[in-house]
């Protein structure tokens, strides 16, 4: 065995026995992570990831196999655990960081930097019953970024406090990466893996389906979980005529090798096989449109051919309609496509829905920082300036403006 | 934070729960700060939720001992010591209280913490163990009726009293050990937790709380002296002078009884163990 590998788990197996039912819960996991690998591990819901992660945590014991780790452990399965209402913010950053197998010495060390980043202050005194859930948050997930661990195993534990804070969490959580900690982190969210991990761990019906690229992974993952309806077979869910269909919709991002990832300010191409089934004498016009639709149903934007001085109208009897987006402004998520197909002003084919797509972080402005999904749906360019007056600005507007700090919330 | 990097790594194994190991005594040292803390924070919220507890942990006991005080005045009752029966009542509730706290919440302590036992790793038995250290806080506080009783009757304190931190301990292991027992074994089953109670509640008549050993004689008495917590209250009481002599070889039994409870606690904790995380 390598001295290198912080994690070696061997032939890993955990039987759960429910009302005399067997089952295995895990079964042959063999993984071996080294110092400094960033582990993402993705699965549905009851594929066994918590399992792992309890077991590689400590919580519950394999039924079989061995695993080893080297270096010490922090397991964030939640934040603040141990934490109570009555105590004060010191006493709880004490118990917490103690409950997580730190020394006295070392809390005391740690402290004003927990407290520092906590941002709770003056209130650290206080029992934390009289905290905002946000002060709580944010004093929780100080005290577990400070532990100091070789090893750090984190369940979906980032999406704590507000914006401003979460992106505190993420670049805390980078910074530890950075600096040569092993990450392990379970999560659904693909925009987190993607951005935190380079090696995705890949776990079906208790088993390793993948291990390997993370965006590899992610994109298989996403494939099997929401399929790709290429093929309409179903014909009662389309309108339109019939003169024509489509039969097949694939999308590239700009990557040869990884066609299915799209990313924010890549370009991409989404492909559309049809086939004509009426006898047109004469076409004389082709009106092609996508309209991509987000999570939650709401319209994001269209690229209408009709609104561009292309001519389709040379379709023949099958082919591909192919549509090029230059920089995709759409900021990480999945999204549906609605797609019209128009030939000599009649609807042909309309499919509403029927493919989704995935997409991944980019860096859209090319400034290395990242579009939030909470900042809207889409991206644009723009660009700012300022122009300094020369005359004197009136006290009145001076004093209109008061500086609004992060309300404590007490 | 880099330059605490240069500690050496240990090295974890994770396996499945074979071999009985009854206590990693290393990893316990580990996690002593945890204890402190735990302690700490049970001492803190008991006396945060009321401002009055310190009163109240006294009421009980004074209540008590002032009716049955009254009681054996005004019946002529005979209880078999020579020592004022206030003191004598009042010592050995306050050590009982202690006894039946300590036990009980140690008993439920493990369902109490899930939430920490399920999402943390750390050595298990710091939570059952709180309970036994944060009580005797409240056993500290009762002490001090008592001492202003001693002085008031002029009980007499001989060199007996250097033994009252040994009884306490050995108290306090009894209450470790049947807690640890019945906090694994009503996991599986909780009919246990009632078991407990029920026993509990008997014992505070059968221990000797409120009478001497000494009304017995025969078969009975043998009974009696079976039960441990008898031992540890009369040794007690004779650790503060309120009877005559210290009973060494009917304690040494407790202590046995006390280290034997602590042994099978463990190793009913050790079957439960490998499934705590599960059962909770």
């Known amino acids: 065995m390598k001295a290198s590998y912080a994690v070696q788990c061997c032939d890993i197996g955990k039987k759960y026995r429910i009302e005399s039912k067997e089952f295995w819960a895990l079964r042959k996991i063999n993984i071996n992570i080294e110092e400094g690998e960033r582990v993402g591990i993705i699965g549905r819901n009851g594929a066994g990831k918590s399992t792992l992660l309890k077991i590689l945590s400590r919580l519950v014991y394999p039924t079989e196999g061995r695993a080893e780790i080297t270096g010490r452990v922090a397991s964030l399965l939640e934040v603040g655990t141990g934490f109570n209402m009555e105590l004060t913010g010191r006493d709880n950053i004490h118990l917490n960081a103690s409950i997580h197998g730190m020394e006295g010495d070392e809390i005391r060390s740690i402290f004003q930097q927990v407290v520092d980043f906590s941002g709770v202050g003056e209130f650290i005194d206080t029992p934390v019953k009289h905290y905002s859930s946000g002060m709580y948050m944010r004093l929780a997930f100080a005290v577990s970024a400070h532990l100091d661990p070789d090893i750090l195993i984190m369940d979906e534990v980032l999406a704590v406090g507000d914006l401003s804070f979460q992106k505190k969490c993420l670049s805390r959580v980078e910074g530890l990466a950075n600096s040569g900690r092993t990450i392990i982190f379970v999560s659904h969210s693909m925009g987190d893996i993607a951005r935190f991990c380079e090696r995705v761990i890949w776990i079906d019906k208790g088993r390793i389906k993948f291990d390997g690229d993370s965006l590899e992974a992610i994109s298989k993952y996403e494939e099997e979980v929401n399929p790709k309806q290429s093929v309409m077979t179903n014909d009662s869910i389309r309108k339109g005529t019939g003169n024509a269909r489509i039969v097949k919709v694939h999308h590239y991002g700009p990557l040869a090798s990884q066609p299915e990832a799209m990313r924010t300010g890549e370009s991409c191409e989404i492909e559309l096989d049809y086939i004509v089934y009426a006898d047109y004498e004469r076409v004389f016009d082709v009106f092609a449109c996508i309209i991509f639709t987000n999570d939650v149903g709401k319209r994001v934007f269209a690229v209408p051919s009709e609104v561009l001085p292309v001519d389709l109208t040379r379709i023949g009897k099958s082919g591909t309609l192919t549509c090029r987006i230059g920089r995709l402004p759409l900021v990480p998520g999945s999204y549906a496509l609605t797609i019209s197909l128009l030939i000599n002003n009649q609807l042909v084919d309309k499919l509403e829905m029927v493919s989704s797509i995935k997409v991944l972080d980019g860096d859209f402005y090319g400034t290395g920082k990242l579009p939030l999904k909470s900042m809207g749906d889409i991206c644009v360019d723009f660009d700012w300036k300022v122009e300094t007056k020369l005359t004197p600005v009136k006290n009145e507007l001076k004093q209109g403006y008061v500086d609004k700090e992060d309300g404590v919330g007490m | ?280």
């Open chain 2, 1 to 280: 934070m880099t330059e605490k990097r240069s500690k050496t790594k240990q090295t974890i194994v994770i396996e499945p729960r074979k071999s009985i190991k009854l206590l990693d005594v290393k990893e316990y040292i580990k996690y002593r700060s945890m204890l402190k803390r735990m302690v700490r924070r049970e001492i803190k919220t008991k006396f945060d939720d009321m401002k009055l507890n310190v009163l109240w942990n006294l009421v009980r006991p004074l209540s008590v001992t002032a009716v049955f005080s009254i009681f054996k005045h005004a019946s002529g009752a005979t209880t078999g010591e020579s020592a004022p029966y206030p003191i004598f009542i009042y010592s050995g509730l306050i050590i009982w209280y202690y006894f039946t706290d300590a036990t009980q919440e140690s008993a439920s302590s493990l369902r109490k913490d899930a939430g920490m036992i399920k999402k943390v790793y750390f050595p298990r038995l710091i939570i059952p163990a709180v309970p036994v250290i944060s009580n005797l806080i409240l056993l500290g506080i009762a002490f001090v009726p008592l001492l202003i009783m001693m002085m008031a009757y002029g009980v007499k304190i001989s060199w007996t009293v250097l033994l009252l931190p040994l009884v306490i301990a050995q108290c306090g292991a009894l209450s470790l050990g049947v807690g640890v027992l019945f906090a694994s074994i009503s996991l599986r089953n909780r009919d246990f937790e009632q078991l407990l109670s029920l026993m509990l509640y008997i014992g505070l008549f059968v221990s000797c709380v409120y009478f001497s050993p000494n009304l017995f004689q025969g078969p009975m008495a043998l009974l009696i002296k079976l039960n441990p917590m008898a031992a540890t209250l009369q040794s007690f009481r004779a650790c503060l002078g309120s009877t005559e002599t210290f009973p060494l070889l009917w304690w040494l039994y407790a202590v046995l009884v006390s280290a034997s409870s602590i042994l099978i606690g463990l190793v009913a904790f050790n079957s439960i163990e490998k499934e705590l995380a599960d059962r909770l």
